[in-house]
């Protein structure tokens, strides 16, 4: 049974950090990405960073970089999202979820084309002003 399982959600002031885990398992094969996507009440879901099985690509949407870091343990089956210097703005439900098909083939638009195979049951994230 494939699954991923999200960690380290909860409450921070702005400018502060939380480091979030996502542990997946059941997979026969690696992934072809895995991203974390985010959504605020009232609001769409948006994709934030990924991170590709090829060479560990990573790609991040605009308001996020310089900010968050994505990042893999492959020997823990474990995909991270370190964010520093969160804003009230940062505020979601943050989901971790595996790409059905090659991210890296939709270059920046890649939130758009996101078909989530498996995704997390989400970790609140929320920032105090």
């Known amino acids: 049974q494939v699954q991923l399982v999200e960690s380290g959600g909860g409450l921070v002031q702005a400018g502060g950090s939380l480091k979030l885990s996502c542990v997946y398992s059941?997979?026969?094969?690696?992934?072809?990405?895995i991203g974390w996507f985010r959504q605020a009440p009232g609001k769409r879901r948006e994709g934030v960073a990924y991170?590709?099985?090829?060479?560990?690509?990573?790609e991040y949407i605009d308001s996020v970089k310089g900010r968050f870091t994505i990042s893999r343990d492959k020997s823990k089956n474990t995909v991270y999202l370190q964010m520093n210097n969160l804003t009230p703005g940062d505020a979601a439900v943050y989901y971790c979820?595996?790409?059905?098909?090659?991210?890296?083939?939709?270059?920046?638009?890649?939130?758009?084309?996101?078909?989530?195979?498996?995704w997390g049951q989400g970790t609140q994230v929320t920032v105090s002003s």
């Open positions: 979820t595996t790409a059905a098909h090659p991210p890296r083939l939709y270059g920046k638009s890649w939130p758009e084309h996101w078909q989530g195979a498996v």
């Open positions: 059941g997979f026969r094969k690696e992934p072809h990405g």
């Open positions: 991170v590709a099985k090829e060479d560990d690509y990573k």
